[in-house]
């Protein structure tokens, strides 16, 4: 299985980025789906998980209202909008897959590489 995280960048805070995971994987449409961050110095947190319908989400309370998960089973991808972006959500994004609904980053099974969001002030 791999997955290929791919959209981060620099951008003003109040800004917007949409990141997207490719998924090599058959199960894909089973799976859930879910992206985590990992500031330096800090451990990785969950940021949003979609179930394999589409029709379940979860948000970290700290993104709630300016991020939105969504997924296209059809082109195996996971997105994530991001909205009114601030410094603090500077981090490395990655994108993971699990067969439960959870926000336990040891619950996900494979995971993408990773990338980089900055935003500045």
């Known amino acids: 299985v791999q997955l290929q995280a791919s959209g981060g960048g620099l951008v003003q805070a109040g800004g917007s980025l949409r990141l997207s995971c490719a998924v090599s994987r058959r199960t894909f449409s089973n799976d859930v789906m879910g992206w985590f961050r990992q500031a330096p110095g800090k451990e990785r947190e969950f940021v949003a998980a979609i179930s394999w319908s589409g029709g379940g989400t979860d948000y970290a309370d700290s993104v709630k209202g300016r991020f939105t998960i969504s997924r296209d089973n059809a082109k195996n991808t996971v997105y994530l909008q991001m909205y009114s972006l601030k410094p603090e959500d500077t981090a490395v994004y990655y994108c993971?897959?699990?067969?439960?609904?959870?926000?336990?980053?040891?619950?996900?099974?494979?995971w993408g590489q990773g990338t980089q969001v900055t935003v500045s002030s």
């Open positions: 993971a897959v699990s067969t439960v609904f959870v926000t336990e980053p040891g619950r996900y099974d494979y």
